[in-house]
């Protein structure tokens, strides 16, 4: 089994970074991908960014892809999300994924774990 425990959200004004960490303990050897989705109220959860762990390769939607970075501190088993330049339609709960077991990186129902969410407000 793993655990995720994201942190790192909050309200923020448009323009305005923000960065999410996600730790994760556990059977963590078994982790390969990491990822964060987000899912905003009536909508279904969406790929944000991904992280291959092995070898650092990352994945982001068209959506941020030049705004947001995701990273990998391999020594803490902490995967992070630095926002900037956030927008008003960023506002989202934030989750943390972990251990992808195959097809595409921002299909949600190829990750096995998940942390519990962490809620982002980016106000005009």
């Known amino acids: 089994q793993v655990q995720l425990v994201e942190s790192g959200g909050g309200s923020v004004q448009a323009g305005g970074s923000l960065r999410l960490s996600c730790a994760a303990s556990?059977?963590?050897?078994?982790?390969?991908?990491m990822g964060w989705f987000r899912q905003a109220p009536g909508r279904e959860r969406e790929g944000v960014a991904c992280i291959y762990i092995a070898r650092g390769t990352t994945f982001y939607s068209d959506s941020v892809k030049g705004r947001f970075t995701i990273s990998h501190d391999s020594a803490k088993n902490t995967v992070y999300l630095q926002m900037n330049s956030l927008k008003p339609e960023d506002t989202a709960m934030y989750y943390c994924?972990?251990?992808?077991?195959?097809?595409?990186?921002?299909?949600?129902?190829?990750?096995?774990?998940w942390g519990q969410g962490t809620q982002v407000t980016v106000s005009s």
């Open positions: 994924a972990a251990d992808h077991f195959g097809g595409r990186w921002s299909a949600p129902e190829a990750y096995n774990y």
């Open positions: 556990g059977e963590t050897y078994r982790i390969n991908y």
